[in-house]
């Protein structure tokens, strides 16, 4: 059995466009949605990060202001900008590109953003909303995994998803989003973390599996259910004398071994990545349209 290959490039250029469609629309009501995203030092991963949303924005349609400040900025500093693009109309999404500087709370910062502007989902405000079911920002990562499942044509409703992972960026909210009712939920979820005992019994049980434990590919063949859909989120460097850059990059599920089983999965790049921004666009467009 051959699985299919679920193309997170081509399903995110499509909600690309539908975000560009929705932003023409609000500009046509003299709203401009607009995206600011606030860099903290010179991180070269976070700088790359924060490129391909200005760019992403840029094709979509939605302003995007960059913000950078050195890695030596105080808190109070950092916080009073928040409290700036908090009280600026014209702003209708705040990111703050993670990780900060140690010195930085990341906790604190977060709370700071207006959770009404809070494109990454992250505020503690959204994540209880999430939790009960009500509309909120949700964040990018996680809301994206069952857009590439449902637009891949394979039902969710009813299935036995397993999470292995549990942070509070992609395990834990995903297990919030798979639990609602709705096409693109209603399943039954099991969380799987560092505690559980025999993770492999569980993983196998599974008619989607979710790989979010940032171990360069953990998940072996053994692990997981014929015909399962196979999620992975890791992205992980390995050494690779023979690439041009030293390294190659490598997902949370060994691919090699998984694909041939499974039903259908995500490669690692070009899967669950892209669509973590196609996302970002749709919640700062869905922000946009919530404050008018």
Known sequence: MTAKIIDGKKIAAEIRAEAKLEAD??????????????????DPASKAYVGSKVKACEETGIKSIKVTHPAGISEAELMSEIDRLNADNSVHGILVQLPLPKHMDEDAVTERIDPSKDVD??????????????????????????????????????????VIGRSNIVGKPMMSLLVQKGEKANCTVTCCHSGTKDL????????????????????????VKEGATVIDVGINRVDDATKPRGYKLVGDV???SVEPIAGAITPVPGGVGPMTVAMLMKNTIKAARMRG
Do not use: W
């Open 121 to 162: 989902g992250f505020h503690p405000v959204n994540v209880g909303k999430l939790s009960i079911g009500l509309d909120c920002l949700t964040p990018c990562t996680p809301t994206g995994i069952p857009e590439m499942i449902v637009r891949s044509g394979i039902e969710m409703s009813g299935k036995h998803a397993v």
């Open 254 to 256: 060994d691919y090699a």
């Open 200 to 223: 492999a019994y569980f993983t196998r049980q599974a008619d989607i599996l979710i790989a979010a434990i940032g171990v360069p590919e953990f998940v072996k063949a053994d692990m």
């Open 25 to 42: 629309e609000l500009i046509s009501q003299n709203i401009q949605p607009c995206l600011v995203v606030v860099l903290v030092g010179e």
